[in-house]
T-cell receptor, first 113, second 112 residues
Framework: KAGVTQTPRYLIKTRGQQVTLSCSPI?????VSWYQQTPGQGLQFLFE???????NKGNFPGRFSGRQFSNSRSEMNVSTLELGDSALYLC????????????FGPGTRLTVT | EDKVVQSPLSLVVHEGDTVTLNCSYE??????LLWYKQEKKAPTFLFML????IEKKSGRLSSILDKKELFSILNITATQTGDSAVYLC????????????FGKGTTLSVSS
């Protein structure tokens, strides 16, 4: 069974730009969650999508948004990038949600200059 | 303020030692506590705990939750170099939906 895939793996953007990251979950998984990981703040929960609906949301500004398609693939968008958005963005998929075994993708390393 | 605190932040042990990692939390409307292991990049799921006093076990790893004292421990017996990783604790709680907070992690280094 193929694992969770994320594209792109690395990205360099300039302050003020916007970026879209993509996540393809394991086949059959309907829940996709997104996380931001930085050395200072650690791993932080962004949001979770289940069957195309945002079900849960962490404490991030509205510049961070996402969506999920009917095939469960998910995208995360960050608008008006700030230097502090530089981080590893991980997505995870599971059958039912964050309370269940989640499988993480390799992450997208975003650098904002 | 909702928070999850892990201790120690780092730990160095010799192969064969037994280690105990701690996770304490303060959240309202607790739902579950999860443990993850993060080696290079992506965390891997270890345990999900919802009930006090019931030990979850997988090989040399075990974990238990105390909902009265608001903490969980992760035990690793007969450690091996392959156990070297960052161990993350996360707590799910209800807050206008379900929120999830991670601790900063415990970095375990096992030397041979």
């Amino acid at each position: 069974k193929a694992g969770v895939t994320q594209t792109p793996r690395y990205l360099i953007k300039t302050r003020g730009q916007q970026v879209t990251l993509s996540c393809s979950p394991i086949s059959g998984h309907r829940s996709v969650s997104w996380y931001q990981q930085t050395p200072g703040q650690g791993l932080q929960f962004l949001f979770e999508y289940f069957s195309e609906t945002q079900r849960n949301k962490g404490n991030f500004p509205g510049r961070f948004s996402g969506r999920q398609f009917s095939n469960s693939r998910s995208e995360m968008n960050v608008s008006t990038l700030e230097l502090g958005d530089s981080a590893l963005y991980l997505c995870a998929s599971s059958l039912w949600g964050t309370s269940y075994e989640q499988y993480f993708g390799p992450g997208t390393r975003l650098t904002v200059t | 303020e909702d928070k999850v605190v892990q201790s120690p932040l780092s730990l160095v042990v010799h192969e064969g030692d037994t280690v105990t990692l701690n996770c304490s939390y303060e959240v309202t409307n607790f739902r579950s506590l999860l443990w993850y292991k993060q080696e290079k990049k992506a965390p891997t799921f270890l345990f999900m705990l919802t009930s006090s006093g019931i030990e979850k076990k997988s090989g040399r790893l075990s974990s238990i939750l105390d909902k009265k004292e608001l903490f969980s421990i992760l035990n690793i017996t007969a450690t091996q170099t392959g156990d070297s990783a960052v161990y993350l604790c996360a707590v799910e709680f209800n807050q206008a939906g379900t929120a999830l907070i991670f601790g900063k992690g415990t970095t375990l280094s096992v030397s041979s």
